[in-house]
């Protein structure tokens, strides 16, 4: 997953300039109700907006934090249980790999082959090896599976194992897609959206996008929001686009509660609430979201649906500015506070702010 992310992810936002977080940032929310009870955190999370922690080490015996080949069904049906994906999954990797590799020797188990990609491309008890990793996928991939076309294409598209080829990936996503891998329809659809191997489609991306998102895909609800917000592809559609926001935002994708918060306040296709506004608010900011701490000091600045804190709106002001969201109202705003309320404010926002410097350090 995280080879994809950083793969990918950077596509959706290159095509949808001015969508929906482009508008977030330039509509301000002016009421919102209070949020429901909670208690500040006296400190920041290690790394606001963090990315996807690493696989864990090869010798761990936890799970596998990657989504492992399906296997087959165990003893359902008739079928003999299959003991290299359990072993996989209990974290018995060097056990897997006997398993497996004897299961494709014996058997030709499919399955069993893109479990050795999955073992190899990860270093999952064995040296990482990406090249022995494609060939596994590969020949799963070429037998129908999948799951192996998924990660070869993410080999593919990120010169893991061979050389970068996207067209060889892009005709592997779209066969995983067909059978039904919603992470490749997701991914197709970036590419349709990209529109550099082939012309750019917003209608075929939306269709991409729909299967995905209907199949609970977060990603996938919130790209396809998007594109009912501006009207890309299909046409615009203010209760869609709510409608696949709190979707994605109950999956707690951050974007997605920003946006689907702001739909909130302002009802934007769904019914006007600002109490269930601002505590999305409330979490996207503490999740490290500068446009929504930006959103959350205005409210605590101008008291507009909670207690004015002039204290927490500096907080929040500062902690977005650093994280790339200015507000000259709010500059203007901490110059007229007291030098103990302004001195407050800098305190409580320090934790984040240091983090922030060190995560661009």
């Known amino acids: 997953m995280s080879a994809r992310r950083r793969a990918l992810a950077a596509l959706l936002a290159a095509c949808l300039t001015g969508g929906l977080l482009a508008s977030a940032a330039a509509q301000a929310p002016t009421q919102l109700a209070p949020p ?9 999370p290690s790394k606001p907006a963090a990315k996807p922690a690493p696989r864990k080490p090869a010798a761990a015996k936890s799970a596998p934090t990657s989504t492992p080949p399906a296997a087959s069904p165990a003893v359902a049906g008739g079928r003999e249980p299959d003991l290299a994906f359990g072993a996989f999954q209990r974290g018995y990797y060097l056990t897997a790999l006997s398993l497996a590799t004897q299961r494709v020797n014996e058997k030709g188990d499919v399955k069993a082959m893109t479990l050795l990609g999955e073992i190899y491309g990860n270093g999952f008890g ?28 993410m080999f593919r598209i990120s010169g893991r194992g061979g050389p970068v080829n996207r ?9 995983a897609a067909k059978l039904g891998h919603v992470a490749a329809a997701y991914d197709l659809g970036l590419l ?14 939306a269709e991409l996008f729909r299967g995905a998102a209907q199949a609970g895909n977060p990603e996938a609800q919130y790209a396809l929001a998007t594109l009912y917000k501006e009207g890309r592809g299909v046409p615009k559609d203010a209760v869609q686009a709510a409608r696949l926001l709190a979707a994605a935002a109950v999956a707690d994708n951050t974007d997605a509660e920003l946006e689907y918060g702001i739909a909130l306040f302002n009802g934007t296709g769904v019914a006007k609430d600002e109490a269930a506004a601002a505590v999305l608010l409330r979490k996207a900011a503490r999740k490290g979201n500068p446009v929504a701490q930006n959103r959350l000091a205005n409210l605590l600045a101008n008291g507009k649906g909670v207690p004015a804190n002039p204290v927490e709106a500096i907080k929040w002001h500062l902690i977005a500015k650093a994280g790339g969201d200015g507000d000259v109202g709010l500059d203007e705003f901490m110059s007229d506070q007291k ?15 240091e983090v922030i410097k060190s995560s661009h350090s």
């Not at 067209?167 to 066969?175: D, G, R």
């Not at 349709?192 to 991306?205: K, S, T």
């Open 192 to 205: 349709y959206l990209e529109g550099q191997l082939f012309p750019q489609d917003y209608a075929r991306a």
């Open 339 to 353: 030098p103990d309320v302004k001195a407050a404010g800098e305190k409580a926002a320090q934790p984040w702010l």
């Open 126 to 153: 064995v040296a990482r090896d990406d090249a022995k990793a494609a060939e596994w996928y590969k020949l799963a991939a070429d037998r129908g599976d999948r799951e192996a076309m998924f990660a070869l294409a």
């Open 167 to 175: 067209e060889e990936a892009t005709k592997l996503l779209a066969s």
């Open 36 to 44: 429901s009870a909670q208690t500040e955190p006296q400190a920041p």
